[in-house]
């Protein structure tokens, strides 16, 4: 399957990148430096105000998950601050296994994912700005865990490997440069800039 590469990425950001930095939403950045601050000296599973932060940025208030769910969920993420590298497949798998209202498994994948970049922002996010900015193909026709794991973890590789390159691309420092400008004071980590600004061309391409 041809997703977008990092040259295709590059191209589209430099066309317009004043506009693309200039509409990521200021509530964004605040939400992950607290979700990402806390989570250091939290305790997820009793942080009630975490929770509720988490759930409803990242949408796991979805009508159709239980709370048994959500409660899983958060210990699962508690459980993930002892691991230096995350095993996303595990994570997901582990998800798929609680029911949802109607007694199915349903596949979370990027809940897995929200759970590990707010941990580490090295992992990215992938959510439908994301999907959007690099053309991936939907998971939803294919039957099974195996087979939606499959195409989600290459697409996930195909993103990492991306951002990796277009880290260590000169030509994208004005972009930064701008963001810097646009949100003074703000410490992100270069990959949490690249992933918001790659969030914002998926939106804008919608």
């Known amino acids: ?29 605040d939400v992950y430096l607290y979700l990402h601050t806390v989570f250091q000296d939290t305790y997820v599973p009793d942080d009630t105000l975490y929770q509720f932060i988490f759930r409803h940025f990242f949408r796991l208030d979805n009508p159709s998950l239980t709370k048994e769910f959500e409660t899983y969920y958060f210990k699962l993420m508690e459980e993930q601050r002892g691991y230096e590298r995350p095993n996303i497949v595990h994570i997901t798998k582990s998800l798929y296994e609680v029911k949802n209202h109607k007694g199915n498994p349903t596949m979370q994948f990027p809940l897995a994912a929200s759970m590990l970049h707010t941990i580490n922002p090295s992992f990215p996010t992938y959510d439908s700005d994301i999907v959007k900015a690099f053309d991936y193909s939907s998971t939803y026709h294919l039957s099974g865990f195996d087979k939606k794991m499959k195409r989600y973890i290459g697409q996930y590789q195909h993103t990492f490997r991306t951002y990796e390159e277009l880290l260590e691309d000169e030509a994208l420092e004005p972009v930064f440069a701008h ?22 061309l998926g939106n804008n391409l919608q």
Request: charged share 40%.
């Open 179 to 200: 963001f810097d400008e646009r949100f003074p004071g703000y410490e992100l980590p270069k990959v949490k800039k690249l992933d918001l600004i790659v969030a914002q």
């Open 1 to 29: 399957m041809k997703y977008r590469t990092a040259s295709d990425l590059k191209d589209l950001i430099l066309e317009d990148y004043e506009k693309v930095v200039n509409r990521i939403p200021l509530e964004k950045l």
